[in-house]
């Protein structure tokens, strides 16, 4: 039988004993790909390689090291999340690396969304790869291969490895305990293990993560109105009951500015764009109508909490035309 093929009556996990059975299931045979070697695992905060941490942590315990690369555009309190629940709270053996200078002066002047995308992928397997080789003794890697990504892989949308592009020297075997479940099922076995409602119901966030809503050449002071621009519109979207509502929400702070006037003189400074979107499979998407007091609360906590900011605007167009992300 084909072993990336999902059988026909697997049943949908959908309540929490499924969970533990698939559970059960996944953790004997963890244990017997596995035997007493040691595994590695790309821990990016994303939903999927989270539920296959949380697993591999219960089947293996201290044999599964992983490896979490903060390549400086994660959102507010993301990267500090991973350590808290992975870390502290989960016992993981945790490789934690701050390589955001390493990332941010590799992207210093680079403009084209693409041209940022490579820089950011490419980099990323770079420390990954320098970490791996630290580490000794490791035969296998985890990644957090979900169905829909085999199905892509298959139809040749887009290749389906997470760390895809390591060196012929580092092709490990692949430990893929989740490949044939749907998001909402890994969200369920998530739950079952016990992780965070925030991590296990987190929104998609892209790989280049902040990088690609800092359009343009991204500059340090413009990240950072950025990133707590974008953590004040979560605090709000959820203090309004809108988390799992709206399917994905954040801002974009472009490489412009404009003209604004703030304690009675000018000030030339960068606007704050909201996005919010909600899609089924984001091929397209439509712009809820968001409450005009929430707007207006929101704008009034970025244009006095955020510094260099003196605008706010609502995105107010669906894919397509327009994308999701800006870049
Ligand atoms: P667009 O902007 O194409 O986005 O309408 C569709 C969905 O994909 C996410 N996205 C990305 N995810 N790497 C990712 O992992 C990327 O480079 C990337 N670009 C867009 C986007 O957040 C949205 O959910």
């Known amino acids: 039988m084909d ?10 996990i959908t309540t929490p004993e499924l969970a533990n059975a698939f559970i059960a299931e996944q953790i004997a045979a963890i244990k017997a790909q596995v035997g007493d070697k040691k595994v590695l695992l790309a821990l990016s905060g994303g939903v999927d390689s989270s539920v296959v941490a949380a697993l591999l942590i219960k ?45 941010l002066d590799k992207l210093a002047g680079v403009a084209d969304p693409e041209a940022k995308r490579k820089v950011i992928g490419g980099e990323f397997i770079r420390v990954f790869e320098e970490e791996a080789r630290k580490i000794s003794g490791i035969e296998f890697l985890a990644q957090g291969t979900i169905y829909p990504d085999i199905i892509e892989s298959d139809k040749g949308v887009k290749a389906h490895h997470n760390v895809g592009g390591l060196p012929e020297d580092l092709k490990f075997e692949l430990v893929e305990p989740v490949k044939l479940l749907f998001k909402d099922e890994v969200r369920v076995v998530g739950t ?63 490489d412009y500015r404009s003209t604004g006037v703030r304690n009675g003189g000018r000030v030339f400074d960068w606007p704050v764009i909201i996005r919010a979107v909600n899609t089924v499979d984001a091929m397209s998407a439509t712009v809820p109508e968001l409450d005009w007091a929430l707007l207006k609360k929101i704008t009034d906590r970025i244009l006095s909490e955020v510094t260099g900011v003196c605008r706010v605007l609502y995105d107010l167009s669906p894919k397509g035309p327009a994308t999701i992300e800006w870049e």
């Open 3 to 12: 072993s990336n093929k999902r059988p026909e009556n697997m049943t949908r």
């Open 59 to 103: 089947a293996i315990g201290r044999q599964l090291v992983c490896v979490h690369v903060n390549h400086g555009l994660m959102r507010k309190g993301e990267s500090e999340q991973v350590v808290k629940v992975f870390r502290d709270q989960l016992g993981a053996n945790l490789v934690y690396i701050d390589a955001t200078d390493r990332f």
């Open 192 to 254: 079952a293990l016990g992780l965070p409602a925030s991590m296990v119901h987190r929104q998609p966030f892209p790989g280049p993560g902040l990088g690609v809503r800092c359009t343009g050449a991204i500059t340090r002071d413009r990240l950072a109105a950025l990133r707590e621009a974008d953590a004040i519109l979560r605090e709000e979207f959820d203090k309004a009951g809108l988390v799992g509502k709206v399917w994905q929400y954040f801002t974009i702070v472009p």
